[in-house]
C-alpha cells in the first residue's frame, strides 16, 4: 500500500477556486480502482492549507490517479493558486492495523 500525505497553502483570494477544484479532485479520485481512501481537510489553524491524506492500493493505481483528468485539471491550475510551496511525503506501507481507542 502507498500513502500519501500532502500539504498545499493556497492563497487567501484563491480560497474558493482552490476549494471547488479539490471537492471535485477528491470526488472523482474516489472513485478510481485502486484508491483505498482520499480525503481532503482544511488545517485547524490555518483554512487556506489544505491537507490531502491518500491511500492506495499498489504503484499502478498511484500512477493511473496521476495520469486522471481530474488530477491533470487541478496540476495545471494549482501553481496560479498557492501561496507557497506544497510539501508532499509518500509511504510505502507493508502493513496497517486499527488501533482501539
Do not use: C, K, W
Request: overall charge negative; hydrophobic content about 40%; aromatic content about 10%.
Amino acid at each position: 500500500m502507498l500513502v500519501v500525505h500532502a500539504t498545499f497553502p493556497i492563497a487567501t483570494e484563491h480560497h474558493e477556486r482552490a476549494t471547488e477544484l479539490i471537492r471535485e479532485l477528491a470526488e472523482n479520485s474516489r472513485g478510481e480502482e485502486g484508491i483505498i481512501d482520499y480525503r481532503v481537510a482544511t488545517d485547524v489553524d490555518d483554512e487556506n492549507l489544505f491537507r490531502f491524506f491518500e491511500q492506495y492500493e499498489d504503484e499502478e493505481a498511484f500512477g493511473a490517479h496521476a495520469e486522471s483528468d481530474h488530477f491533470e485539471r487541478f496540476e495545471a491550475e494549482l501553481p496560479e493558486l498557492l501561496a507557497g510551496e506544497p510539501e508532499v511525503t509518500r509511504f510505502e506501507v507493508e502493513s496497517a492495523t486499527d488501533v482501539e481507542l
